[in-house]
């Protein structure tokens, strides 16, 4: 028989222990050893046995264990230690104390949370990052509060079949058996959000509250009673079901979200939100239900979404258009139009937010896209490294016609992780004992050059041990659960080595993540795992998504060539990868490896994990890899850029990574001095943490958004705010006027003077344009000189601007500007004149998507006018 309903009955604790139960809801204990030291003690066989969860600790730990730690004097004063410590650390001024003008709060909207196994919210590397985000936040005291959905049974947990095929397994997950709280009114209900549905249906839910250090996670959960099947089953798992299911979890993270932080602000006291950061395009709803807020308050619709605009932050995290959600027009006409319509808030200035730019191929209109949205109500947008930006000011040009890449306003900031989550405890005792400013204050970091390589060497040898060890326990497992019987699992024994050089490669299973290139040549990769004197070894590791057929079978692929007699003591796949074998793998393994098809590897972060444990990475150069490699901290994987055909596109870089392996990463491993010791490779993972250690940390990271994202948009929404919304009034008005009457802006006349016929470095150019203002002034617009090196097309590439100052203006509405032009590089030399519309609440030149330039092009080649 099956219950029908599910439920986790609490320890009560006595009330010595008390401090017990601060410690285990409060989850920096997934990133604070000492604190799960002190877990362990509570009852060393039940810890194993639970996995390392304090809360299924509580939960299964007798009671007269309890009674006697209860009268325990030492475990007493090491729990009276810990709650002091822990209530210090939520209390003490950090780092973002000391700023001024930054916000006083920020609200974090993501689809998905990798906080702890023990909270299993996540799927891959958006969940992670989101994750460490939250955990650097509490680190340096940033008021965020972030905001997600709760799922009922997670994302999935993976197994084998014996034929090597994922099978999917959605356990039931009780929130009373989790680190949450649920939210509660002044009367001790349970706070609930609400938002309607078509078809006079209204969805509800209630919050829970998960506490990550200093940082509030408030969770919306669906399954409750006022719901309907369909509305309960809502949050039931992290990106499963249909299109309408999709649309229902969106509009509740984004919607349900924004009604959830104003609850959890009235009931705590807690300040509002200045700024809202969407996390990728799944909240992007949320900019909506702002907008909506402030029409209710007598705001125009244009003027509510100025406001919005001001203080929202979009990060985009695909470097592909097939990543983005994008859902048919008549779902969202039906969501907010008919019936179910905001009296404020007309569906068609919905419609037109989310609807891609057309081309002659595919007109606009047809379908709602998620991140046009998003990025259409922030003012300030990023990608999540260097490379992640390039692509998409490429992939999103549309959105700003007119203006050339370099012109489109998305920035970006490169991705981090955090280094308590992830490094290794022996790794961080002995900068903690070496180089105590290296974490927390991401200061000498130049000091890892006197680290002994005894010591490096120990440490490694260490964690790959722990990783060898803990990859026989769940190769043996997965066996077991394939059928195999215990008789004909002895191999396993001797599984991997501790002293042989040891390959991770840990990833979700996309297409263009290309978990099978090492199988391109499989003798060849046969002959790198059993060379007699310097073998190689694979962890592998990664989940497919549950709709992708391709994906389930890569990994097929994988496993039975792992499966093979002579190889599976040299390569092993590992089911349910999750944050605890992520631990193990990037702290265990000497290399990372990472062959993405470039450029589609938006940052990929398990790298910088890696690196952080002493681990060397062998990676094609995208994402983050691409910014940061410098020959010395790693090796990079040749790519085959241009190459049409797929498949010689694979072969080719599986070609260059078997060579690498061979000649350079297992020769410069094995190559050992007299005393054991592999010099040139100690060499190499030093200069990879003095060099990487520093910026890929989840602290630089959050610094870089609260300076250069979170404070201007907070200083922005504040100005916009004043003297109910009054700038917010005449920014939308502004705008309104100049759109209108951008028609009549025109580059009429420009020319030149003080070059000569042979214009040489150094010089100076005189520029002087007419401009047709029609019914604008000077004051509304920018006219610039755009100039540098052109291309074979006579493009401008990557220029220099300079603007005009306007000179004279004439009764007829024409104006006319004049500026200097360095000449300040040899060669192909060019400009032209541009007009773009001119705010000081503007932050790109290009936020309005209007411009003005020569209908016949002007400047000059090699230094002759045209």
Known sequence: MRAIRRFTVRTVLPAELAALGELVHNL????????????????????ERVGHDPVALLGAVEADRLSELAHDRRFLRRLADAADDLREYMTAPRWYQTLPDAPAAIGYFSPEYGIAAALPQYSGGLGILAGDHLKAAS?????????????RHGYFTQSLSAEGWQQEHYPSLDPGGLPLSLLKEADG????????????????????????????????????AENDNAARDVTDRLYGGGTDHRLMQELLLGIGGVRALRAYCRITGNPEPEVFHTNEGHAGFLGLERIRELTEHRLSFDEALEAVRAGTVFTTHTPVPAGIDRFPVEMIERQFGGANAWPTVPVERILALGDEPGTPETPGGAVFNMAVMGMRLAQRVNGVSELHGEVSREMFQGLWPGFDLDDVPIGSITNGVHAPTWVGREVMELAGKELPSLIEKAQGWEGIQKLSDEDIWGIRGRLRRQLVEAARTRLRASWRARGASSAELGWIDEALDPDVLTIGFARRVPSYKRLTLMLKEPERLKELLLDPERPVQIVIAGKAHPADEGGKKLIQQIVRFADGEDVRHRIVFLPDYDMNLGQLMVQGCDVWMNNPLRPLEACGTSGMKAALNGGLNLSIKDGWWDEWFDGDNGWAVPTADGVEDADRRDELEASALYDLIEREVA???????????????????????????????????????????????AGSARELSKADHVRAREFAAWKLRVTRAWPGVRVEHVETSGIGDTPELGASMEVRATIALGELSPDDVSVQAAYGKVGGHDELIKPSYVTLAVEAVGDDGKATYTGVVPLDRTGAFGYTVRVVPFHTLMSSPAELGLIASPEEPVGMTNGTLR
């Open 28 to 47: 920096r204990w997934s990133w604070h050893p000492e604190t799960m030291d002190l877990f362990a003690e509570v009852d060393p066989y039940t810890w």
């Open 667 to 713: 020769s410069r491993f094995y190559d050992r001095a007299a005393d054991g010791y592999p010099r040139r490779w100690l060499e190499m993972v030093k200069h990879t943490l003095s060099s990487l250690g520093p910026k890929v940390l989840a602290g630089r990271m959050l610094r870089d958004y609260v300076v250069d994202l979170y404070t201007p948009a």
């Open 139 to 151: 680190d340096l005291g940033v008021p965020i509060l972030g905001v997600g959905l709760l799922y």
């Open 189 to 224: 209900a349970s706070a609930r959000v609400a938002i309607p549905l078509p078809g006079d249906r209204t969805l509800h839910a209630q919050i829970w509250v998960a506490q990550v250090g200093r940082v509030p996670l408030l969770l919306l959960d669906s399954d409750v």
